[in-house]
Nanobody
Framework: QVQLVESGGGLVQPGGSLRLSCAAS????????IGWFRQAPGKEREAVSCIGYSDGSTFYADSVQGRFTISRDNAKNTVYLQMNSLKPEDAAVYYC?????????????????????WGQGTQVTVSS
């Protein structure tokens, strides 16, 4: 069974950090671009970050550039999102997703419809 499972969300104070994990089972993340998206209540799902496989390319939304870092551990079949200097506006459900048609993130912002497998999401709350 193909699954992506996010973990690492939780409640953190503004300025704090969290590391989200996206673990795959039933298939290998090798060769695929992996994206992180988020959706806050009443808002559309937005792309946060993406990491390629073939060229090591990465993408970050302007709102998280310099604060978030995406990485992948192919041996563990896992992608991470390190989130530092968190702000209240970062609060959302965070999803990871796999794009089976691309292995690079050099083409620009990831688009929801390009991603084939999705996790169930992990809640991130930023509040004092």
């Amino acid at each position: 069974q193909v699954q992506l499972v996010e973990s690492g969300g939780g409640l953190v104070q503004p300025g704090g950090s969290l590391r989200l994990s996206c673990a795959a089972s039933g298939f290998s993340l090798d060769y695929y671009a992996i994206g992180w998206f988020r959706q806050a209540p009443g808002k559309e799902r937005e792309a946060v970050s993406c990491i390629g496989y073939s060229d090591g390319s990465t993408f970050y939304a302007d709102s998280v550039q310099g604060r978030f870092t995406i990485s992948r551990d192919n041996a563990k079949n896992t992608v991470y999102l390190q989130m530092n200097s968190l702000k209240p506006e970062d609060a959302a459900v965070y999803y990871c997703a796999a794009n089976l048609m691309r292995s690079s993130c050099a083409a620009g912002p990831p688009r929801n419809y390009e991603y084939d497998y999705w996790g169930q999401g992990t809640q991130v709350t930023v509040s004092s």
